[in-house]
């Protein structure tokens, strides 16, 4: 039997510059190619606390306040992490877990990727799970694909893998978050809404329909290679061409899509187009853009460069704030005082929107 024990690890989210979008094995969610991302800061964060514990008569799931079905749909599918977990640990107790997101969950700022890998890293700690980062994000990856890049600070690699099994398909730190500290995200933020349609099933529609998917995966490996030669020399320059024609070479794939799929909006392509007006006139880059299945944009940028960013971001219309990140230091488990749960009544902490 466990001791029961609350632990509570906040982790962040990261943002794609090599994007992830089709599996080739959907059970153990293998990619068909490799993808890259820069971790994210605090700023992007999810707090989750975990308890094992026979008092509990089933699982359960609150997400910022509220408790959520976990038999439903794609939740029930990430939740069986959890029962991989207690395989691996022996352990037959249920779990209650309780976190927080400080940005808006599901809009395409990879909520579930910060809420993933935090969930997986602290509970394989509550069960004991002495995981290499290695096995940690292996074990994250089977909960959500791109969640596994979160489990390390700075630029992160998942490596597509050759083996059936999954096991060479783990993510790995290829740069530390002070190789290149001047870099900087600049999330525009244009829509806090639900997407339409989940990462996972439109990847999926991708794949089955899509006639310029076949050329992605190819496309995707050669700009990983790139990508990291060009973050190893830190050459701005390089980093920005090749993020801006990976993510739109992912949505040209959506588009493609039959029914096409289609994630950005008119403000998207609006500061898409104010990127590229900064470059052309700037004769160097100076911002980069990515989107991942959402219509907020990460603008890249660099500190000179912040400011006028910003400022020209701020002027289009729909965006409706901006959040900034810094390279992030990865998951890392907080002490007692910072618990969502109350021991005692084996609930949430805070009482607003409990049932
Ligand atoms: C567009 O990781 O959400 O953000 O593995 O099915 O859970 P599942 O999908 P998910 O897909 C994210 C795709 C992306 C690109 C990326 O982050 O690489």
Redesign the pocket.
């Known amino acids: 039997m466990l001791e029961e024990r609350v632990f509570t690890a906040v982790g962040t989210s990261?943002?794609?510059l090599i994007?992830?979008?089709g599996?080739r094995n959907e059970q153990l969610?293998l990619p068909t190619n490799s993808?890259i991302?820069l971790t994210l800061d605090e700023n992007l964060s999810s707090r989750t606390s975990v308890i094992f514990s026979e008092r509990l008569d089933r699982d359960s799931f609150y997400l910022n306040g509220k408790v959520q079905d976990i038999n439903d749909g794609e939740l029930k599918e990430?939740f069986q992490i959890i029962n991989r977990l207690r395989t691996m640990a022996g352990v037959r107790d249920n779990i209650l877990v309780v976190s927080e997101n400080n940005f808006p969950t599901a809009a395409?700022l990879?909520s579930?990727?910060a809420g993933m890998s935090t969930l997986v890293f602290a509970a394989s700690n509550a069960l004991g799970l002495n995981l290499t980062q290695r096995d940690l994000s292996i074990v994250v990856r089977m909960?959500?694909?791109?969640?596994c890049?979160s489990i390390a600070g700075g630029f992160v690699r998942w490596n597509r893998g050759e083996l059936d099994d999954g096991s060479d398909s783990y993510a790995e730190q290829i740069f530390n978050e002070s190789h290149w500290p001047e870099v900087t995200d600049v999330i525009a933020v244009v829509s806090e809404g639900k997407k339409r349609i989940?990462?996972?099933s439109g990847?999926r529609q991708t794949m089955q329909t899509s006639a310029l998917y076949q050329s992605r995966p190819q496309f995707a490996e050669r700009m990983a290679r790139e990508l990291a030669e060009a973050i190893g020399r830190r050459d701005f320059n390089a980093l920005a061409e090749i993020a801006i024609r990976d993510s739109n070479n992912?949505h040209a794939t959506m588009l493609d899509t039959y029914p096409p799929i289609s994630y950005l909006n008119d403000t998207s392509r609006e500061i898409m187009n104010a990127v590229h007006e900064i470059n052309e006139s700037a004769g160097e880059a100076l911002a980069a853009y990515t989107f991942?299945?959402g219509p907020n944009a990460h603008v890249i940028t660099t500190d000179r460069h912040i400011a006028s960013v910003r400022e020209r971001l701020s002027e289009i219309d729909g965006v409706s704030r901006l959040i900034e990140s810094k390279a992030g230091r990865g998951p890392r488990i907080l002490g007692e005082s910072e618990s969502l749960i109350d021991v005692g009544s084996m609930l949430p902490k805070r009482s607003s929107g409990d049932e």
């Not at 909960?143 to 969640?147: E, K, P």
């Open positions: 990261n943002i794609a994007k992830y979008w599996k969610i993808s991302s990430k395409g990879a579930s990727a909960g959500s694909g791109s969640a890049r989940s990462s996972r990847m992912m991942d299945a």
